[in-house]
């Protein structure tokens, strides 16, 4: 290329070669060299150990390999509770439409409420919720224990002492694999569609 032609002609060549290296990093990502989630590590994910309705005891870093989804609730709950366990009963089909479910991917919730959610309690709601107990885990312990776990994953609640419910944060949070959190659902955000869709992403990651 001769000094002449590149005085005259440096900028574009110059945008041509800057946008060679563009499309091709934007290749890159869109045909998968890049298998990073929309989604980055937010930390890891608290451990803790607590029982499940079959009597069996569930250590969040003991569930390496299986992406989780984590919500805190009660049984009583007249409000938020409800539907958000009816949308993980969602997921829970669309993950077993895709064969995830169980194996890959599993649901816990951690009832905020323990001395009054008793195992036979938790079972009831679990089958309210037409809850297969293979993958999801309805999981109660200690009153001082449960709120220091739901306070290591930024989860608040307090209870009414007129009425006995309880005002709580109303959030599902994703784990992976590698027992690190990914992303919090609120609001619109709790949508089974969705959910399953990121939990099928980092599966497939």
Same mark, same amino acid.
């Given at each position: 290329?001769?000094?002449?032609?590149?005085?005259?002609?440096? =900028?574009?060549?110059?945008?041509i070669?800057?946008?060679?290296v563009?499309?091709g990093?934007?290749?890159?990502? =869109?045909?998968?060299?890049?298998? @990073?989630?929309?989604?980055?590590q937010? $930390?890891?994910?608290?451990?803790?150990?607590?029982?499940?309705?079959?009597?069996?005891q569930?250590? #969040?870093?003991?569930?390496?390999?299986?992406?989780k989804?984590?919500?805190?609730?009660?049984?009583?709950?007249?409000d938020?509770?409800?539907?958000?366990?009816?949308? *993980?009963?969602?997921?829970?089909d669309? *993950?077993?439409?895709?064969?995830?479910?169980?194996?890959?991917?599993?649901?816990?919730?951690?009832t905020?409420?323990? @001395?009054?959610?008793?195992?036979?309690?938790?079972?009831?709601y679990?089958?309210? #919720?037409?809850?297969? %107990?293979?993958?999801?885990?309805? *999981?109660?312990? $200690?009153?001082e224990?449960?709120?220091?776990?739901?306070?290591?994953?930024?989860?608040?609640?307090?209870?009414?002492?007129?009425t006995?419910?309880?005002?709580?944060?109303?959030?599902?949070? %994703?784990?992976?694999?590698?027992?690190?959190?990914?992303?919090? =659902?609120?609001?619109?955000?709790?949508?089974? @569609?969705l959910?399953?869709?990121?939990?099928?992403? *980092?599966?497939n990651?």
């Amino acid at each position: 290329m001769s000094g002449a032609f590149w005085r005259k002609h440096w =900028y574009k060549v110059t945008m041509i070669a800057v946008s060679v290296v563009l499309l091709g990093a934007i290749g890159y990502v =869109y045909f998968g060299g890049d298998k @990073e989630p929309p989604f980055p590590q937010q $930390g890891p994910a608290a451990p803790f150990t607590l029982t499940d309705t079959q009597g069996q005891q569930v250590m #969040m870093e003991a569930t390496t390999g299986q992406v989780k989804l984590l919500y805190f609730f009660f049984a009583n709950c007249p409000d938020v509770c409800p539907p958000t366990s009816h949308m *993980l009963s969602r997921v829970q089909d669309r *993950l077993k439409e895709k064969g995830a479910f169980g194996e890959k991917a599993q649901i816990f919730q951690v009832t905020i409420d323990p @001395e009054r959610d008793t195992v036979d309690n938790l079972n009831i709601y679990a089958s309210n #919720m037409n809850a297969d %107990l293979s993958g999801w885990r309805f *999981l109660r312990g $200690g009153v001082e224990e449960t709120f220091s776990i739901a306070e290591d994953y930024g989860i608040y609640y307090q209870e009414d002492e007129e009425t006995g419910f309880f005002m709580h944060s109303n959030t599902v949070i %994703l784990i992976d694999e590698n027992n690190q959190i990914r992303k919090r =659902y609120n609001g619109d955000d709790l949508n089974d @569609e969705l959910v399953a869709d990121d939990i099928m992403k *980092l599966i497939n990651s």
